[in-house]
């Protein structure tokens, strides 16, 4: 995912991609989008919409009860009256009246945050600007499942032309997206939903998907415009094989039972320094392809960190996240390891070996210092574009040797213009796969997540080294910027 503007307008920039975009890399702040003197707020928490404010009289919350068919309309007007003359909250008073319950008014205000961010996926001309830093303490948070946030507001599009726009043009081939983060959000999907996805098979086009859905045109093209806004969409890659469709639909098997899927985690998540990939992924040493990526899709859905957004367990959160992402890397790792063949395992362990024993003269790079590796690509002879593309071609000579792979995401980290975070991630992902022990590498990877602002991810990762190494030079380094 390309970098967005934090200031522009939603012309140039949709509000769902704005979205998309602050969920993607974990931003902690305030969304502002003006239109005329209507102003309103979104506030985020590493990446999660948990309120919203509006200074538009339409989203009041007396206003929303009445659409909502909560309150009388007479109601709303006393009850108006008398918030003017007790200067007290109006949702205090709708309780006090007898209106609504208190239990009520906790889903009021729910509902009103989410009638605000429902309205801004309709603007697209509108400013916005986003401020990074911490959201204010009175607000009151509110556990959204994002994926179903966007879900919902982009379904609420109508706009022909605008959807158009947004997705590829009708002879683009489309595939279920391969990150898990994407694919398995919180989202129920209808029945159409289903018919939808099920034309998606890596073979037809945007165009043949609509045809054969045998629904109205703007019906199915808006179906995609939502699974491609969310991300569960992507365009088709080169040579790569289309997902099951039974991996979206399937339920996780803790859904109803969250203090056994709590209890679950946690003991997964104490392993995790010791464990191995196999152990990880629960595959036998002779597992194939196809049973590595049905369990990497099993388990990457059923310790979706979405899937407790409702909690108020954040410390439940971050392991969830933090065994996202090991099973991310437990795949890449037997992923290369069937691609190099069962020689692989033992070319990596000889590389670890004897990689202090090569030379100045080696063809690949290599540095004791994450900020000297950092510093080589911005200070280097030739431009940090041609330095990048050395490090490319050195990974595709060897891409066993887990240094190239480290030295191409920190050259990647100290070039401002040619910064790609998913390279870089994916960079040292490779480099974690090859040495899953190695703790310079997460190390190194949490510099890869503070260069793109995801700081609570490049925290866990310094912390994750020094599980492995507790002298490690480059995590300390790194914490102390906490």
């Known amino acids: 995912m390309s970098e967005l503007p934090f200031k522009g307008t939603l012309q140039d920039v949709s509000f769902p991609s704005l979205l998309v975009y602050l969920n993607t890399w974990g931003r902690t702040g305030t969304l502002t989008v003006s239109f005329g003197v209507v102003c309103k707020k979104v506030f ?64 009021a205000v729910k509902y009103q945050v989410r009638e605000i961010i429902y309205s801004l996926f309709e603007y697209d001309r509108a400013e916005y600007e986003f ?14 499942s994002m994926g179903s946030l966007i879900y919902e507001g982009v379904s609420r599009i109508d706009n022909l032309i605008r959807i158009k726009e947004e ?14 983060m994407r694919l398995f959000q919180n989202v129920q999907f209808s029945p159409k939903d289903k018919k939808i996805l099920s034309l998606v ?17 703007f019906e199915a093209m808006k179906i995609i415009y939502v699974f491609w806004t969310i991300g569960i969409l992507t365009e088709k890659k080169m040579e790569t094989e289309n997902i099951s469709l039974d991996v979206l639909f399937v339920d996780s098997p803790a859904a109803d039972m969250r203090d056994a899927f709590a209890a679950k985690a946690a003991a ?19 597992a194939t392809l196809p049973e590595i990526k049905k369990n990497y899709y099993r388990l990457a859905r059923e310790f979706h960190p979405e899937r407790i957004f409702d909690s108020d367990e954040q410390h439940l959160r971050d392991k969830l996240v933090e065994i996202f992402d090991s099973i991310k890397q437990a795949y ?15 070319r ?76 870089a991630e994916r960079a040292m992902f490779e480099a974690i796969g090859i040495t899953p022990f190695d703790g310079d590498c997460y190390a190194e990877l949490g510099y890869v997540y503070l260069r793109a602002g995801r700081g609570e991810e490049a925290k866990r990762q310094f912390e994750k080294s020094l599980v492995l190494d507790h002298e490690n030079r480059k995590a300390i380094e790194g914490l102390k910027q906490f």
């Open 201 to 217: 098979d890596g073979q037809r086009t945007i165009k043949q998907v609509i045809e054969d859905s045998w629904f109205n045109s």
């Open 268 to 286: 997964l998540h104490e392993k995790l320094p010791g464990i191995s990939p196999y152990e990880l992924l629960e595959l036998q040493a002779d």
């Open 348 to 423: 990596a362990a000889e590389i670890e070996t004897n990689k202090n024993e090569k030379t100045p003269g080696d063809d690949d790079v290599r540095s004791e210092n994450i900020l000297e590796i950092a510093d080589d690509a911005q200070n280097a002879e030739k431009a940090p574009s041609d330095s990048i593309g050395a490090l490319r071609e050195a990974v595709k000579r060897d891409p066993s040797n887990p240094e190239n792979w480290r030295g191409l995401a920190m050259a990647l980290c100290g070039a401002d213009g040619d910064f790609s975070p998913e390279e």
């Open 44 to 107: 985020l928490k590493e990446g999660e919409a948990v309120f919203a404010s509006s200074n538009s009289n339409d989203d009041w919350l007396g206003v929303s009860l009445v659409k909502a068919g909560k309150i009388s309309l007479q109601q709303f007007e006393y009850s108006t009256e008398v918030m003017k003359k007790s200067g007290k909250r109006h949702g205090a008073v709708l309780v006090e009246l007898g209106y609504i319950t208190p239990k009520e008014l906790f889903w």
């Open 332 to 346: 890449t790792s037997l992923i290369r390891e069937r691609e190099e063949g069962p020689d692989a395992g033992d």
């Open 131 to 144: 401020v990074e830093g911490q959201i204010p303490e009175e607000v009151i948070t509110l556990k959204m």
């Open 167 to 180: 997705i590829p043009p009708v002879w683009t081939v489309l595939q279920l997206n391969d990150d898990p």
